[in-house]
């Protein structure tokens, strides 16, 4: 039972332009959502976080919109970087315990 | 800046022997995860400890898996007897308080022959 999925494994952009990560979840408990991103060998790095009282949350580069009637969560990266070349992960949490998806690997184009 | 540790970095051991990580969170933070990464996959939480109490091992294959926190600072993690399909990365975490942000150590590359 996959409650938090991210349905693109990949996703490729041009330096510059926007990078737009989707993550749908399923368990209407969940009131906390967050982004992580992990390079190759290390650990998740925390990007941004979203609670359920809020729609939207912006954190310089980087915004995450949460849509509570869609089960749908996004982050949004304006502009993009090669250096954003990672894996994303979103989770979410309806107590301390995070759930994960199963990451979406973004590539930015020089 | 404060960051959970982890060591050893990478671990290669052979199926049927045993194996054990371990993780110091960081200062202060009372909750500690341990969770499991298979290539291709996210995180998936094996144990979640509050001070030194499990309050989550749902997920820990007992019968070769066990965790210990037992002065709720450091914790370790053991694999006995370990199998090809434990080739994972091990990743600790921890957070704070009620902030459910949870920061990951470096994890423990493991790769099981």
């Known amino acids: 039972d996959q409650q938090v999925k991210q349905n693109s494994p990949s996703l490729s952009v041009q330096e510059g332009r926007i990078s737009i990560l989707n993550c749908d979840y399923t368990?209407?408990?969940?009131?906390?959502f967050l982004w992580y991103k992990k390079y190759p060998a290390e650990g998740p790095t925390f990007l941004i976080s979203?609670?359920?009282?809020?729609d939207k949350n912006e954190d310089g580069r980087f915004t995450v919109f949460l849509n509570k009637s869609a089960k749908h969560l996004s982050l949004h990266i304006v502009p993009s970087q090669p250096g954003d070349s990672a894996v994303y992960f979103c989770?979410?949490?309806?107590?301390?315990?995070?759930?994960f998806g199963e990451g979406t690997q973004l590539t930015v184009n020089p | 800046e404060a960051e959970v540790a982890q060591s050893p970095r990478y671990k290669i051991t052979e199926k049927s022997q045993a194996v054990a990580f371990w993780c110091d969170p960081i200062?202060?933070?009372?909750?500690l995860y341990w969770y499991r990464q298979i290539l291709g996959q996210g995180p998936e939480l094996l144990v979640q400890f509050q001070d030194e109490s499990v309050v989550d091992d749902s997920q820990l294959p007992k019968d070769r898996f066990s965790a210990e926190r037992l002065k709720g600072v450091d914790s370790t993690l053991k694999i006995q007897p370990a199998e090809l399909g434990d080739s994972a990365m091990y990743l600790c975490?921890?957070?704070?308080?009620?902030?459910?942000?949870?920061?990951f150590g470096q994890g423990t590359r493991l790769t099981v022959v």
């Open positions: 979203i609670s359920s009282i809020k």
């Open positions: 200062s202060g933070h009372a909750t």
């Open positions: 368990n209407s408990m969940f009131d906390y």
């Open positions: 975490a921890s957070s704070f308080g009620k902030d459910r942000k949870a920061f």
């Open positions: 989770a979410a949490t309806s107590g301390s315990r995070l759930t």
